[in-house]
């Protein structure tokens, strides 16, 4: 592998501002953020969570290979089943809306050929060419990162001990080496997703409950996922009830969690 692939400043003409932001505002979206555990009779509109959505899929994810999917359940009977998969919880059953965030496994080949070709367009367009390094990380780096596992992990051992010998002498990745590590490294790109749609409807007045406990086999036969597809967490959407919070934000002292080096 090519320290270029990572270490090469490439030059693609292109600049990009940061516009101003309103940090009391952002601040206010952050901490008013709360997990809704009931919520009231208003009805949420459909352009909000459009919007929270359309927020979730510019979150930063790996390689912007972008394995996910979410599934917005809109509709009574469906949304009363999920419900019902989400063990019957009150935020569950009183969500104007529910979104199932869902992590894939399989997409990310598929995903890579579509990178260089879309780039390609992209700098045709302009009279320009793709950066070698950007080429060969989509079609060298992705499959080595992610792939050479085989059907059920079969030769995950093996990609695990050729990558580690090579450790002994150079700054080697390490991850995904079985499926269940690919597995994780799609739940966290979903996962930084979920944020960026939990915050948009906070900033838009509404609110949400992220939920981790349901009946993921149900719940995936019930939307007709396959054995690629991952329940990162469930979202429920509404405006919070007069007593939907349960008691005020604490966590514990931030000198147990925060290490500086």
Request: overall charge positive; charged content about 25%.
């Amino acid at each position: 592998m090519s320290d270029d692939i990572f270490t090469e400043k490439l030059e693609l003409n292109y600049t990009e501002v940061a516009p101003e932001i309103n940090f009391e505002e952002f601040e206010k979206v952050i901490t008013s953020r709360r997990s809704v555990r009931v919520f009231g009779d208003e009805e949420v509109p459909d352009e909000v969570v459009q919007k929270a959505i359309e927020h979730g899929l510019l979150a930063p994810n790996s390689s912007n290979l972008q394995p996910w999917e979410f599934h917005w359940v809109k509709s009574d009977d469906t949304r009363s089943r999920l419900a019902k998969f989400c063990f019957g919880q009150n935020g569950a059953k009183t969500a104007k809306h529910l979104i199932v965030c869902v992590a894939k496994t399989d997409t990310w080949r598929k995903n890579s050929k579509r990178m260089i070709s879309s780039l390609e367009e992209v700098n045709k367009k302009k009279g320009l060419e793709v950066p070698k390094a950007v080429k060969a990380y989509y079609s060298k780096v992705t499959p080595m990162a992610y792939g050479y596992m085989g059907p059920f992990g079969i030769l995950s051992p093996f990609k695990w001990l050729f990558f580690n010998t090579i450790g002994l002498f150079q700054v080697i990745f390490r991850e995904p080496m079985f499926p269940s590590e690919l597995k994780t490294w799609a739940h966290k790109t979903t996962a930084l997703a979920c944020e960026n749609i939990m915050l948009s409807v906070r900033a838009q007045g509404y609110d949400t409950l992220p939920m981790e406990g349901f009946d993921a086999k149900r719940a995936k036969k019930l939307l007709g996922l396959g054995c690629h597809d991952h329940i990162t967490m469930i979202l429920g959407v509404g405006k919070r009830s007069e007593n939907g919070v349960y008691g005020p934000q604490f966590r514990f002292p931030k000198e147990e969690f925060i290490k500086k080096h």
